[in-house]
């Protein structure tokens, strides 16, 4: 069964500093999709970025970007610039392609200090 | 554009009264997932619907819990009889295509309802 694991359920980081989120996942799909989320205090679940697990390269968007390594089966994100508003809430989420079920993480609570 | 829209955003409902929640896709969007939120956890995959048809409905607990997207008007999960244990947050997403249409697996979220038992 796929899993999807988010070891730190909590992180801080100085504004305008960069930040690593980590997530691991398990499957035996060779295709699938990971996926970062954001869920602010306003818990809407916002995408934040989207991996295709075919493509080698790393995806980016503006201050977000992952670090994919699709031996290691390990997807984090990182934030630089970090902005007051990245406080939030961030899932890590996998789905295998053809398929409608995405696994989530247990999230990481990130906090942006000023 | 509107994105997906789901109300109510906050439900409190006593034990043992039923629990309606509603949800639009976004336009032009024919396929629904309904997920559910635990407190401290991730969202977990409850049930796929297309217009007027339950695709998969596996992560639905067998009882109390039913799922419609009927051919007119608003997606609806309905829980009877609730108990505290259904407290959680109800989010509905949407896609334009079914998973494997090219649509690249990417479904988006609602804002979520709220659901609260007391």
């Known amino acids: 069964a796929q899993t999807v694991t988010q070891s730190q359920p909590e992180m801080s980081v100085q504004e305008a500093e960069t930040v690593t989120l980590s997530c691991t996942y398990d499957?035996?799909?060779?295709?699938?999709?990971l996926f970062w989320y954001k869920q602010p205090p306003s818990r809407q679940m916002i995408l934040v970025i989207r991996q295709e697990a075919y493509k080698q390269q790393n995806a980016t968007e503006n201050r977000f970007s992952v670090n994919f390594q699709k031996a290691a089966k390990s997807f984090s994100l990182k934030i630089s610039d970090s902005q007051l508003g990245d406080t939030a809430m961030y899932f890590c989420a996998s789905v295998t392609s053809g398929t409608y079920k995405y696994i989530f993480g247990t999230g990481t609570r990130l906090k942006v200090l000023a | 554009n509107a994105g997906v829209m789901q109300n109510p955003r906050h439900l409190v409902r006593r034990r043992g009264q039923e629990a309606r929640l509603r949800c639009s896709p976004m336009?032009?969007?024919?396929?629904v997932y309904w997920y559910r939120q635990l407190p401290e956890e991730g969202l977990k995959f409850m049930v796929y619907l297309q217009k007027e048809n339950i695709i998969d409905e596996s992560g639905m607990p067998k009882e109390r819990f039913s799922a419609e997207f009927p051919k007119e008007g608003p997606s609806i999960l309905r829980i009877q009889q609730v108990v505290r244990g259904d407290s959680a947050a109800y989010f509905c997403?949407?896609?334009?295509?079914?998973?494997?249409?090219?649509?690249?697996?990417?479904?988006?979220f609602g804002e979520g309802s709220w659901l609260t038992v007391v």
């Open positions: 499957t035996s799909e060779n295709n699938y999709y």
């Open positions: 336009k032009g969007h024919s396929h």
């Open positions: 997403a949407s896609s334009p295509k079914s998973p494997g249409q090219g649509s690249g697996n990417t479904i988006y």
